[in-house]
């Protein structure tokens, strides 16, 4: 029979990919076992390139900060020539500053020494040879301008000693001044050196963070690549399956909404607004606990039960290679089984809020060939 060469086939199949044995194995039990893996898959691989977008995003992030890091760095290496010339700047006002401080205490030092020969001439002179030089004026003037000299000889002794003295006043605030600018200046050298310091612990650390991120990143999309080949492989096992059984071979029966009296739709098809703009593969039809779900279609069921984030689905295959999913309901609900073939209208479960839900309410998509290449369902059934 024709049926029995297409076990066959099917059975083979199954044996290669370590799925139980046509012996003990129904159409329904194989088929659903296959979709339960393909789901499965699915949901490692949402799982698994989720992972990789966020070690790809802390990979960007750590980039930018080590460039971050870098232009700091750069920054501060600026700061600490720019100091360092201005200490050397310093340096030099410095040297040159107490120079001057030597020859201005050389001249003080010689100017202590005439006004000390002075006094000591004076001294030893006694006070007649003032006496003798006022009274060898020859006339009363000559006295006057002999006692005015002798005032200015005094006079410009104390004013020379006074502007060297000064000078140097001057010289000593000067190099003080100097010095404690030197003193600031080597204080903010220290602080940049320290903090340029931080900054390279700061980016070694980034810099093992990113390497370990990059390579926790290549094992992920690795693993991406692996539950591809996987998924793939499953799918075409999935896809000679049902062409081994033929799939379902009856013929187009038109379309129905699939859940009657209830036509508002609470979310379109298409990417959503909320929740991140996620990509929504169906349509949400809202309404009460109990409410009658009917196949939209004609069809084959290729799997009823527990699903990630429906709670519980039904999978059916219609002519021309659809593939209608309905989500939400309660198990309890659940009236067909995998390898059953559906008529149009015919009730198959009841709304629930089961998985992912805000409410009680019919998500029902449409796919094209497999579950990867989701359509509007509103190409095909009307409110």
Same mark, same amino acid.
């Given at each position: 029979?024709?049926?029995?060469?297409?076990?066959?086939?099917?059975?083979?199949?199954?044996?290669?990919?370590?799925?139980?044995?046509?012996?003990?194995?129904?159409?329904?039990?194989?088929?659903?076992?296959?979709?339960?893996? #393909? %789901? /499965?898959?699915?949901?490692? @691989? =949402?799982?698994?390139?989720?992972?990789? +977008? *966020? $070690?790809?995003? !802390?990979?960007?992030?750590?980039?930018?900060?080590?460039?971050?890091?870098?232009?700091?760095?750069?920054?501060?290496?600026?700061?600490?020539?720019?100091?360092?010339?201005?200490?050397?700047?310093?340096?030099?006002?410095?040297?040159?500053?107490?120079?001057?401080?030597?020859?201005?205490?050389?001249?003080?030092?010689?100017?202590?020494?005439?006004?000390?020969?002075?006094?000591?001439?004076?001294?030893?002179?006694?006070?007649?040879?003032?006496?003798?030089?006022?009274?060898?004026?020859?006339?009363?003037?000559?006295?006057?301008?002999?006692?005015?000299?002798?005032?200015?000889?005094?006079?410009?002794?104390?004013?020379? #000693? %006074? /502007?060297?003295?000064?000078? @140097? =006043?001057?010289?000593?605030?000067?190099? +003080? *001044? $100097?010095?404690? !600018?030197?003193?600031?200046?080597?204080?903010?050298?220290?602080?940049?050196?320290?903090?340029?310091?931080?900054?390279?612990?700061?980016?070694?650390?980034?810099?093992?963070?990113?390497?370990?991120?990059?390579?926790?990143?290549?094992?992920?999309?690795?693993?991406?690549?692996?539950?591809?080949?996987?998924?793939?492989?499953?799918?075409?096992?999935?896809?000679?399956?049902?062409?081994?059984?033929?799939?379902?071979?009856?013929?187009?029966?038109?379309?129905?909404?699939?859940?009657?009296?209830?036509?508002?739709?609470?979310?379109?098809?298409?990417?959503?607004?909320?929740?991140?703009?996620?990509?929504?593969?169906?349509?949400?039809?809202?309404?009460?606990?109990?409410?009658?779900?009917?196949?939209?279609?004609?069809?084959?069921?290729?799997?009823?039960?527990?699903?990630?984030?429906?709670?519980?689905?039904?999978?059916?295959?219609?002519?021309?290679?659809?593939?209608?999913?309905?989500?939400?309901?309660?198990?309890?609900?659940?009236?067909?089984?995998?390898?059953?073939?559906?008529?149009?209208?015919?009730?198959?479960?009841?709304?629930?809020?089961?998985?992912?839900?805000?409410?009680?309410?019919?998500?029902?998509?449409?796919?094209?060939?497999?579950?990867?290449?989701?359509?509007?369902?509103?190409?095909?059934?009307?409110?």
């Amino acid at each position: 029979m024709k049926w029995g060469r297409l076990w066959t086939a099917a059975a083979v199949t199954a044996s290669l990919c370590a799925v139980g044995s046509p012996a003990t194995t129904s159409f329904a039990d194989t088929l659903s076992s296959y979709q339960q893996q #393909l %789901n /499965q898959l699915k949901q490692q @691989k =949402a799982a698994t390139a989720q992972k990789v +977008q *966020e $070690l790809t995003q !802390q990979e960007q992030s750590l980039q930018s900060q080590i460039a971050s890091v870098n232009q700091s760095i750069n920054a501060l290496q600026t700061s600490i020539d720019q100091t360092q010339a201005q200490i050397e700047q310093r340096n030099q006002q410095l040297a040159k500053l107490r120079t001057e401080i030597d020859q201005t205490q050389q001249q003080l030092t010689q100017q202590y020494q005439v006004l000390e020969q002075r006094v000591r001439v004076m001294y030893e002179a006694g006070q007649t040879s003032y006496l003798s030089v006022l009274f060898s004026a020859t006339s009363f003037s000559d006295l006057l301008d002999r006692l005015e000299l002798l005032s200015m000889i005094a006079e410009q002794d104390k004013r020379v #000693l %006074n /502007q060297i003295q000064e000078s @140097k =006043a001057k010289l000593d605030a000067a190099q +003080q *001044e $100097l010095e404690a !600018q030197q003193r600031q200046q080597q204080q903010a050298y220290a602080l940049l050196l320290k903090q340029q310091s931080q900054m390279e612990d700061r980016k070694r650390q980034q810099q093992v963070l990113l390497a370990q991120v990059q390579q926790n990143k290549a094992a992920a999309q690795q693993q991406l690549r692996d539950e591809n080949a996987a998924m793939s492989k499953l799918q075409s096992l999935i896809d000679s399956f049902l062409k081994a059984y033929g799939g379902y071979s009856g013929a187009a029966s038109g379309w129905t909404w699939p859940v009657p009296g209830y036509y508002q739709i609470s979310s379109g098809f298409g990417y959503r607004s909320f929740g991140g703009g996620e990509f929504h593969k169906g349509i949400d039809i809202p309404a009460p606990r109990g409410t009658p779900i009917v196949a939209a279609t004609s069809g084959r069921v290729l799997y009823a039960g527990p699903a990630e984030g429906f709670g519980n689905w039904i999978v059916i295959q219609s002519a021309g290679g659809l593939l209608e999913v309905y989500g939400h309901m309660p198990a309890s609900s659940i009236r067909v089984s995998p390898g059953e073939v559906v008529r149009v209208g015919q009730q198959i479960a009841s709304v629930g809020s089961e998985g992912y839900s805000t409410g009680y309410h019919l998500h029902f998509g449409v796919a094209k060939g497999s579950l990867s290449n989701y359509v509007n369902p509103l190409s095909y059934v009307r409110p």
